[in-house]
């Protein structure tokens, strides 16, 4: 077999003839995939967060937008994330980039039964180290939300519970049932 016959994937330009979900990860392009089960937990989240942070002039709310983590050389897509005007202000305008240039205050990531565990964490230390100030961990499977204040610092929510946006969306709250949405029976 000739060499010149042999594929190398290039870290030229992990964004070249990009579609669908992905992360740029050590200058490699990596593919997100969620279920339509977590991305409607998703958009239940993001169409209560970003009205509230618009009409209350807080910052911008994302869906799988990419941020370059600090430190990091990592373009990560939080399924939701949040970006404060304190953070970039509301003036700055936005940039024309495959990824915002900073971290956001939030990140929230839903978790499928197929995410591993240590994937999640490696993103988690990510995140904190690159100055991320909370990150909301939605477990699907598990209806319940981890909030992430340190790596350390850990609360859980269930069903029963009240989300709250303190102190990084000063007064957004919304009930964690909210979150969820009736499965599709299993056959």
Same mark, same amino acid.
């Given at each position: 077999m000739s060499t010149a016959s042999l594929s190398v994937p290039t870290r030229l330009d992990p964004? !070249?003839?990009a579609d669908g979900q992905f992360e740029v990860v050590n /200058?490699? #392009?990596v593919e997100k995939a969620m279920s339509v089960f977590e991305q409607t937990i998703a958009t239940l989240l993001i169409g209560?967060?970003?009205?509230?942070?618009?009409?209350n002039g807080l910052g911008r709310a994302f869906v799988e937008t990419a941020f #370059? +983590?600090?430190g990091s050389g990592n373009d990560r897509k939080p399924d939701v994330a949040f970006l404060s005007f304190q953070r970039w202000p509301a003036a700055r305008g936005t940039p024309r980039t495959n990824a915002?240039? +900073? !971290?956001p205050d939030l990140a929230v990531e839903v978790i499928s039964p197929t995410d591993k565990w240590f994937d999640v964490y490696d993103k988690l230390r990510e995140y904190f180290a690159g100055g991320v100030r909370q990150v909301w961990v939605i /477990?699907?499977?598990l209806e319940q939300v981890t909030i992430f204040d340190s790596l350390t610092a850990v609360r859980i929510l269930t069903r029963a519970d009240e989300l709250t946006g303190d102190p990084i969306i000063p007064g957004f709250r919304m009930a964690v049932t909210d979150l969820f949405p009736l499965p599709e029976p299993t056959p």
């Open positions: 964004y !070249a003839d /200058g490699v #392009r209560r967060l970003e009205p509230f942070c618009r009409e #370059r +983590i600090p915002w240039p +900073i !971290a /477990g699907s499977n």
